[in-house]
Nanobody
Framework: QVQLVESGGGLVQAGDSLTLSCAVS???????VGWFRQAPGKEREFVAT????????YYADSVKGRFTISRDNAKNMVYLQMNGLKPEDAAVYYC???????????????WGQGTQVTVSS
């Protein structure tokens, strides 16, 4: 079992930066933690993922170069640093854990409750 709790969402202006946090607890040894987002009326989409054990990161094309995923194993935290935010980045952001560092939400078994990011133009 893995538990995840997101925080850090809010209202920002276009071009601003925001960092989301995901507190991870439970069996973390070989998991991957991903960030997904869902805008109203749209499917939940992949944003970024990272291996808990080895780090690294893989990104959706839409956020590559603007967003950075990182983890702090000592604090049991995963972060999503978001720079150059655009109105189209507005969504509920979810962190999720699974056994594969995949872009597919079906590979993630545990989900947080989400945190809202709103970007005004």
């Amino acid at each position: 079992q893995v538990q995840l709790v997101e925080s850090g969402g809010g209202l920002v202006q276009a071009g601003d930066s925001l960092t989301l946090s995901c507190a991870v607890s439970g069996r973390t040894l070989n998991i991957c933690v991903g960030w997904f987002r869902q805008a109203p009326g749209k499917e939940r989409e992949f944003v970024a993922t990272i291996s808990w054990r080895v780090g690294g990161g893989y990104y959706a094309d839409s956020v590559k170069g603007r967003f950075t995923i990182s983890r702090d194993n000592a604090k049991n935290m995963v972060y999503l640093q978001m720079n150059g935010l655009k109105p189209e980045d507005a969504a509920v952001y979810y962190c999720a854990a699974g056994s594969r560092c995949s872009t597919m939400k079906s590979d993630y078994y545990y989900w947080g409750q989400g945190t809202q990011v709103t970007v005004s133009s």
